[in-house]
Nanobody
Framework: QVHLVESGGGLVQAGGSLRLSCAASGRTFSSYAVGWFRQLPGKEREFVAAISWSTRTTYYADSVKGRFTISRDDGKNTVYLQINSLKPEDTALYYC????????????????WGQGTQVTVSS
């Protein structure tokens, strides 16, 4: 069992930056792919970024490429999402998720989910 806790969200002005953290406890998730997703009320969960466990290959949604960076520190059992040049449309509840196998854009591929951290961007 892997327990995930996100942190780092908040209210920022457009153009600002945040660094979200996803800390794992329980079983180490160094052998898991980790993804970040975001969701607005009443809408489907949207893929944001993912990182594989072995090759550290990263994947991004087109809407965030060049602004978001995902990284992991397996020694700290933590995955980060650096968010720069924030836009109002980035406002959402951000979730991290972990799952075995390769990193994918599909939420169903991930077994474990955190509770989310809210990011609100004001214009």
């Amino acid at each position: 069992q892997v327990h995930l806790v996100e942190s780092g969200g908040g209210l920022v002005q457009a153009g600002g930056s945040l660094r979200l953290s996803c800390a794992a406890s329980g079983r180490t998730f160094s052998s898991y792919a980790v993804g970040w997703f975001r969701q607005l009320p009443g809408k489907e969960r949207e893929f944001v970024a993912a990182i594989s466990w072995s090759t550290r290959t990263t994947y991004y949604a087109d809407s965030v490429k060049g602004r978001f960076t995902i990284s992991r520190d397996d020694g700290k059992n933590t995955v980060y999402l650096q968010i720069n040049s924030l836009k109002p449309e980035d406002t959402a509840l951000y979730y991290c998720a972990a799952g075995p196998g390769i990193a994918t854009k599909t939420p169903a591929s991930y077994y474990y989910w955190g509770q989310g951290t809210q990011v609100t961007v004001s214009s």
